[in-house]
């Protein structure tokens, strides 16, 4: 006689977000077909959590639908969404950003707050005009997002930055010291360089844009050396200066160093490989940095920007409630570690010793590898 299939045998939502390579609020709002999510994202996570097992529990989602409406949150007050980037349509397209912002609304939702967007560079604006809108709207804290810019933000609104809660989500401004959530990059670059040394890969190389590096303080570059400080010498191969422009230089670089695993975070790098009749991954691997709900046929780091977008959301409300505004005495960071998901583009390798034979190309210097992408 057949049993019934053990309930707690069911994935989870958290299961279902890793397998899916998105944040756990992802899920649950595909599995609520919530119009907030594209059609295509909504169906492909559907049609995942149906494959894996996953049922509707109609008594719990009952009694949530319940409480939510019997006890929804008190109204706090209103927070302020910043988009400091010269161009916030094109920008909010980037999946890192919209997760980030989806996240920090429902966490703002979900204690009791409201969260009204702006544009730092909407025209006509000033800093006194700026301040006026906020102020007259009882805002008193504000999320920054969309920084792309290391060196900080526009000084002449300062008076905005000395007066207000300010909290950054990705970036650290060089200027002003701001409290700021981001995602763990060097966290993210060791753990994967790890797992990857796990499976079976040793010369592992990372290829990446030298000003994407800057911007996050050169975790990512600091956490994949770390991963490799028991590789031997000539298995450690010059980091490629990553350039859409650059494609011959990748290929000369490849060419040179024949890697059997690549880390990046850029999708060209898998184009340029295939164009390079290279199997992916019988005769070289790839890891994404940054798996995420547009890159479903990878394997790499999940960044968790859910978890980022709601962090920043809880570190503002925390200093409202302390009275904390203006520029901190010692700027603070929360940082949020990513999760490993296996994929299609890695192998996991039978494990040997490391290749004793002579690389004439790994004592090539990293100064070589950039001139040859100019």
Request: hydrophobic letters at 40%.
């Amino acid at each position: 006689m057949l049993k019934d299939k053990d309930p707690s045998s069911a994935p989870t939502m958290h299961e279902i977000a890793e397998r899916a390579g998105v944040a756990k609020a992802t899920v649950s709002l595909a599995l609520r077909n919530d119009p907030r999510l594209r059609l295509e994202t909504r169906r492909r996570i559907q049609k995942l959590a149906e494959k894996m097992g996953y049922r509707t529990n109609a008594t719990v989602a009952n009694l949530m639908a319940q409480l939510r409406s019997i006890r929804p949150p008190r109204y706090q007050a209103t927070l302020g969404l910043l988009r400091v980037s010269s161009e916030p349509k094109r920008n909010s397209g980037i999946c890192t950003f919209r997760e980030w912002e989806m996240s920090c609304n429902e966490r703002a939702i979900q204690l009791g707050y409201g969260l009204d967007p702006f544009w730092l560079h909407e025209p006509d604006i000033s800093p006194a005009r700026l301040a006026e809108i906020l102020e007259s709207r009882n805002i008193r804290g504000l999320i920054l997002v969309q920084l792309l810019d290391r060196s900080g933000l526009p000084h002449e609104f300062g008076a905005i930055w000395q007066k207000f809660a300010c909290v950054v989500v990705g970036v650290r401004p060089a200027w002003p010291p701001l409290n700021y959530c981001s995602n763990d990059q060097f966290a993210t670059a060791f753990h994967a360089t790890k797992r990857l040394s796990e499976y079976g890969y040793r010369r592992m190389a990372l290829v990446l844009s030298p000003e994407v590096d800057a911007m996050v303080d050169r975790r990512f570059s600091a956490g994949f050396w770390a991963g490799q400080e028991e590789a031997q010498a000539s298995d450690r191969i010059p980091t490629f200066p990553f350039n859409p422009a650059h494609q011959a230089a990748f290929r000369a670089w490849y060419t040179q160093y024949k890697p059997d695993v690549i880390l990046c975070i850029n999708q060209e790098v898998r184009k340029w490989i295939g164009e390079m009749n290279i199997k992916v991954p019988e005769e070289v691997g790839l890891a994404h940095l940054d798996c995420h709900e547009e890159f479903p046929d990878w394997a790499g780091i999940h960044q968790n920007n859910g978890l980022v977008g709601a962090a920043a959301v809880d570190m503002l409300v925390a200093q409202l409630h302390r009275n904390e505004f203006g520029l901190p005495k010692y700027s603070k960071a929360s940082f949020i570690q990513g999760t490993w998901i296996d994929g299609p583009t890695i192998l996991r390798r039978t494990v040997s010793k490391p290749s004793k034979r002579p690389r004439a190309a790994a004592k090539a210097s990293k100064e070589a590898v950039q001139a040859a992408a100019v």
